[in-house]
């Protein structure tokens, strides 16, 4: 047997085929959607996540703008750009790329952005609301994963999930989405015992810890949903998941590529919790 691929690459278009539809809608009324950006410092790998924001939102008729700013930044700088963004009306999401130099504070930049823009879903209000069910924002990645299950047919209800992994960004509110869903989950960490004794009995994985072949074909219940949100490199240099995809794509029933798979998805659910904030907005004013 081997795994149907669950193709991110092709869900992301579909979806983004949807937002450009909405925001010239949008735009026709004159509520064109906005997202910001801020990058502070010079870290590679967050310079290319924000040139592939950027470009998301120019190929799909948002309005979009970038700060790139010193690695010296004051706190009390970054927090007034921020509070700048939160007032202004053409900005619907205001995205903070993580990570931040040390001597700034993450959680207080975070908090000090508006929830009602907080398109990452990272705000203590945003998380709170998830919890309860009720959420403004659901994480990006995180929720295109569950637009993964929705557009392949993982049955959700009465399954039983393990989600490897406890960040605030994927593992947590990945378990939470999974919650609300009908879904038995566990959640597994570095520290756990006997991991395989979870897996080995889960309908759906989703690994999320960034390391490489962590979740192994002999971990793998046969026909289970497999989701590798890992981002690694091999030994060639070449990226790969958490996952030992050539593996346990023998055993799964579905499981997603690296790259290809969950990657797409992230930015595609950035435009659009931007679009729903923009038509929010724009249903306040008409």
């Given at each position: 047997m081997t795994?149907?691929?669950?193709?991110?690459?092709?869900?992301?278009?579909?979806?983004?085929?949807?937002?450009?539809?909405?925001?010239?809608?949008?735009?026709?009324?004159?509520?064109?959607?906005g997202l910001a950006?801020?990058?502070?410092?010079?870290?590679?790998?967050?310079?290319?996540?924000?040139?592939?924001?950027?470009k998301a939102c120019e190929d799909n008729g948002f309005?979009?703008?970038?700060?790139r700013l010193a690695d010296d930044l004051s706190e009390a700088a970054l927090l007034q750009r921020v509070?700048?963004?939160?007032?202004?009306?053409?900005?619907?999401?205001?995205?903070?790329?993580?990570?931040l130099p040390r001597h700034i504070d993450?959680?207080?930049?975070?908090?000090?952005?508006?929830?009602?823009?907080?398109?990452?879903?990272?705000?203590?209000?945003?998380?709170?609301?998830l919890m309860t069910g009720q959420p403004l924002f659901r994480p990006c990645t995180p929720y295109g994963i569950m637009k993964m299950f929705e557009a392949y047919d993982v049955p959700l209800a009465g399954a039983n999930a393990v989600v490897i992994g406890r960040s605030n960004i994927v593992g947590?509110?990945?378990?939470?989405?999974?919650?609300?869903?009908?879904?038995?989950?566990?959640?597994?960490?570095?520290?756990?015992?006997?991991?395989?004794?979870?897996?080995?009995?889960?309908?759906?994985?989703?690994?999320?810890?960034?390391?490489?072949?962590?979740?192994?074909?002999?971990?793998v219940k046969p026909g289970a949903t497999v989701i590798d949100v890992g981002m690694n490199r091999d030994d060639e240099g070449k990226l790969c998941g958490d996952v030992d995809f050539d593996g346990v794509k023998k055993v799964a029933g579905k499981i997603t590529p690296v790259p290809g798979g969950v990657g797409p998805m992230?930015?595609?659910m950035l435009l659009v919790n931007t679009i729903e904030s923009a038509e929010r907005a724009a249903a306040t004013t008409a």
């Open positions: 795994a149907q691929l669950i193709d991110g690459i092709a869900l992301s278009k579909q979806l983004r085929a949807d937002v450009a539809q909405r925001a010239a809608a949008l735009t026709a009324r004159g509520h064109q959607p950006v801020v990058l502070v410092g010079e870290n590679p790998a967050s310079q290319v996540y924000v040139r592939n924001k950027i309005y979009s703008s970038c700060d509070d700048e963004l939160n007032h202004d009306p053409k900005v619907h999401g205001i995205l903070v790329q993580l990570p993450t959680h207080k930049v975070i908090e000090s952005i508006a929830p009602e823009k907080d398109v990452d879903g990272f705000h203590i209000a945003n998380a709170g609301a947590k509110p990945m378990a939470m989405l999974l919650v609300n869903a009908g879904a038995t989950v566990t959640i597994c960490n570095s520290k756990t015992r006997d991991m395989g004794a979870f897996t080995r009995a889960a309908d759906i994985v989703v690994a999320a810890t960034g390391q490489r072949n962590l979740l192994t074909a002999d971990m992230t930015i595609t």
